[in-house]
């Protein structure tokens, strides 16, 4: 991880690139979070900076209602829609330009044929109150609707709806859901 995916994850909020110094951009808790993730990413976990941006994020964790971790492994251009309950298992992988909405879910199944965290492919639209569990792969250029449990793979460029997910191919699942591409 580095500083240009700070920038680019700024970019997909604001649709502009950062100047030198973007600290009022800190102002907005989405980015803030999004910042010191990234940052708490960058550092080993026992250094001082790493010590001192992972008690920045935790409490910025208790503050806002999101529960990612800086071990997940995260694309750039991540974007978190408004602040709110999000959880995300730190062994989960998530590509480039996704987007995720409140409420949201992506966790662990620790039994059965599907054991395991999901990977989540690039340009991914997770909608609020979506719940996504086990050993599954989320294709690129996907969306999931508001509320749906997703527990199978859903392939490229699709929309899943519903409680279990229902799938429909669709080549533009994202079109007009994720701007400012990276």
């Not at 010191?36 to 208790?62: C, D, E, N, P, V």
């Not at 062994?91 to 992506?106: D, F, L, S, Y």
């Not at 966790?107 to 997770?126: D, F």
Request: aromatic share 14%.
């Amino acid at each position: 991880m580095s500083n240009s995916q700070i920038q680019k994850d700024y970019y997909r909020i604001y649709g502009k690139w950062p100047g030198k110094f973007f600290g009022k951009s800190l102002m907005n808790p989405n980015f803030r979070y999004i910042y010191f993730l990234r940052k708490a990413s960058i550092h080993k976990k026992k250094s001082f900076l790493g010590l001192l941006y992972r008690a920045i994020l935790y409490h910025y964790q208790t503050k806002y209602g999101f529960q990612i971790y800086p071990e997940t492994q995260i694309g750039e251009g991540f974007y978190l829609g408004h602040w709110g309950t999000v959880i995300i298992n730190p062994e989960v992988k998530i590509g480039r330009n996704c987007n995720i909405a409140p409420g949201v879910t992506i966790g662990k199944t620790n039994r059965g044929k599907k054991a395991g965290v999901p990977v989540i492919g690039n340009e991914v639209w997770i909608g609020t109150n979506a719940v996504i569990v086990g050993n599954i792969r989320i294709g690129n250029n996907v969306l999931i609707a508001p509320n749906a449990y997703v527990t199978e793979d859903i392939p490229d460029n699709s929309i899943a709806i519903g409680n279990v997910a229902q799938v429909w191919p669709n080549e533009n699942a994202t079109e007009g859901y994720i701007s400012n591409k990276v």
